[in-house]
T-cell receptor, first 114, second 110 residues
Framework: DSGVTQTPKHLITATGQRVTLRCSPRSGDLSVYWYQQSLDQGLQFLIQYYNGEERAKGNILERFSAQQFPDLHSELNLSSLELGDSALYFCASSNTGAGNQPQHFGDGTRLSIL | GQNIDQPTEMTATEGAIVQINCTYQTSGFNGLFWYQQHAGEAPTFLSY????GLEEKGRFSSFLSRSKGYSYLLLKELQMKDSASYLCAVRDRSDYKLSFGAGTTVTVRA
């Protein structure tokens, strides 16, 4: 158990809809990262937050947005969903993100778009 | 950004040794991580290298050469449970984000 909690574990919805994925980092971790993993692609970095502020942005679509709240939990919002958005979405956390601190991953949310 | 290359698949026999190579190109290197990921599960941290040389952790070792942009993960005394995808990830100095390779699927056969 990594200590990172993601909900829900599975989500099935239709094209055009909007969903929110939730992540609670490990106790004491200030940084939260979001990744997308499709069957034909590796882990793609989406966005990072550190102590409530956006720190780094990857290949995140404009239809996607995220935030980190004062209690350090984070939400990833996906809107106008398309079939190609079907993937495993992972959240990871680390203390600050520097040095030898690894990122610890949650179990992921499997999103299926019908 | 980073360009990270690792072999797609490797197969080895139980009890044997397998070496997974990773080459990378980066504008600002700030550490290399290896993760293990079983199908449908979360990646789990295996090792970290930031200085040149070998880091040993039980059956797993990882090596780094910064001048060559090269790392390898060595898995010894392979067990069936080691069948998984192994991900090489490089951290960028400017913003600490991790870029992952596509992963190497290792299959251990009896």
């Amino acid at each position: 158990d990594s200590g990172v909690t993601q909900t829900p574990k599975h989500l099935i919805t239709a094209t055009g809809q909007r969903v929110t994925l939730r992540c609670s980092p490990r106790s004491g971790d200030l940084s939260v990262y979001w990744y997308q993993q499709s069957l034909d692609q590796g882990l793609q970095f989406l966005i990072q937050y550190y102590n409530g502020e956006e720190r780094a942005k990857g290949n995140i679509l404009e239809r996607f947005s995220a935030q980190q709240f004062p209690d350090l939990h984070s939400e990833l919002n996906l809107s106008s969903l398309e079939l190609g958005d079907s993937a495993l979405y992972f959240c990871a956390s680390s203390n600050t993100g520097a040095g030898n601190q690894p990122q610890h991953f949650g179990d992921g949310t499997r999103l299926s778009i019908l | 950004g980073q360009n990270i290359d690792q072999p797609t698949e490797m197969t080895a026999t139980e009890g044997a040794i397998v070496q997974i190579n990773c080459t990378y190109q980066t504008s600002g290197f700030n550490g290399l991580f290896w993760y293990q990921q079983h199908a449908g599960e979360a990646p789990t941290f295996l090792s970290y290298n930031v200085l040149d040389g070998l880091e040993e952790k039980g059956r797993f070792s990882s090596f780094l050469s910064r001048s060559k942009g090269y790392s390898y993960l060595l898995l010894k005394e392979l067990q069936m449970k080691d069948s998984a995808s192994y991900l090489c990830a490089v951290r960028d100095r400017s913003d600490y984000k991790l870029s992952f390779g596509a992963g190497t699927t290792v299959t251990v056969r009896a």
